[in-house]
């Protein structure tokens, strides 16, 4: 008996300009895999749509006509914990870029330098639990952190297992890789990270690296 296929993941785009949604949409409808539940020229009607569309992933642009993509995240994150945001930009300065991982976004990617092709790619790693960022991004990131002492302060009780899945994500491994890794099934690492996210007061995969690399000690070897 032939496998079922996957169910399409499904995407809502938020972006004001007609041309990039367009674009996008079209790319969202003709690749398979993947469904485009929704797109949306405002804030306002985002936020109005999106709750009730419940989409896997978002594609969030960070300025729009009527507000800022990072504050429509930071309001829609905690209705949609599911819910992964990817931001769209055409520029990042790091004050930018960590406001909106703390707002709750997953992902973040340029514009004018990320092709089709890394899009799509960069859905499906957010959908498996992953955090995309172009290139220029994620130096930034890199940068940063080099740049800023860490204020280094205990985390929360986590358990052996609890600590063990932090450190796997914060070595940037998909939720699949850790199931394989610590030989445990996929929905238990689901339920570890939910557990973790509630301890250490986060929204997102990115918000608990970033507190894991503030407040934990050497990473596990490999």
Same mark, same amino acid.
């Given at each position: 008996?032939?496998?079922?296929?996957?169910?399409?993941?499904?995407?809502? *785009?938020? !972006?004001?300009? @007609?041309?990039?949604?367009?674009?996008?949409?079209?790319?969202?409808?003709?690749?398979?895999?993947?469904?485009? &539940?929704?797109?949306?020229?405002?804030?306002?009607?985002?936020?109005?749509?999106?709750?009730?569309?419940?989409?896997?992933? &978002?594609?969030?642009?960070?300025?729009?006509? #009527?507000?800022?993509?990072? #504050?429509?995240?930071? !309001?829609?994150?905690?209705?949609?914990?599911?819910?992964?945001?990817?931001?769209?930009?055409?520029?990042?300065?790091?004050?930018?870029?960590?406001?909106?991982?703390?707002?709750?976004?997953?992902?973040?990617? /340029?514009?004018?330098?990320?092709?089709?092709?890394?899009?799509?790619?960069? *859905?499906?790693?957010?959908?498996?639990?992953?955090?995309?960022?172009?290139?220029?991004?994620?130096?930034?990131? &890199? @940068?940063?952190?080099? #740049?800023?002492?860490?204020?280094?302060?205990?985390?929360?009780?986590?358990?052996?297992?609890?600590?063990?899945?932090? !450190?796997?994500?914060?070595?940037?491994? /998909?939720?699949?890789?850790?199931?394989?890794?610590?030989? *445990?099934?996929? !929905?238990?690492?689901?339920?570890?990270?939910?557990?973790?996210?509630?301890? %250490?007061?986060?929204?997102?995969?990115?918000?608990?690296?970033?507190?894991?690399?503030?407040?934990?000690?050497?990473? %596990?070897?490999?």
């Amino acid at each position: 008996m032939a496998q079922k296929p996957p169910a399409p993941i499904s995407i809502a *785009i938020v !972006e004001d300009s @007609n041309e990039f949604r367009t674009c996008l949409t079209l790319l969202l409808q003709t690749a398979p895999g993947f469904r485009c &539940v929704g797109g949306f020229a405002s804030g306002r009607e985002a936020r109005k749509r999106i709750p009730i569309l419940r989409p896997q992933v &978002v594609l969030m642009d960070i300025m729009l006509s #009527d507000g800022s993509g990072v #504050d429509l995240v930071r !309001e829609l994150k905690p209705r949609l914990p599911g819910t992964q945001f990817i931001m769209l930009t055409v520029s990042c300065t790091s004050e930018t870029l960590f406001t909106a991982l703390m707002a709750g976004a997953t992902g973040y990617l /340029l514009k004018d330098t990320t092709s089709p092709e890394e899009i799509l790619k960069a *859905i499906r790693e957010a959908h498996a639990g992953g955090s995309p960022m172009s290139p220029a991004i994620a130096r930034l990131v &890199v @940068n940063s952190f080099r #740049d800023r002492p860490p204020t280094r302060g205990p985390l929360p009780s986590l358990t052996a297992r609890e600590r063990e899945v932090l !450190e796997h994500l914060a070595r940037g491994l /998909l939720y699949k890789e850790i199931s394989d890794r610590l030989g *445990i099934t996929y !929905e238990t690492v689901h339920s570890h990270i939910r557990v973790i996210y509630e301890k %250490l007061q986060v929204r997102s995969r990115t918000q608990a690296v970033m507190r894991y690399m503030q407040g934990n000690g050497p990473l %596990l070897p490999m």
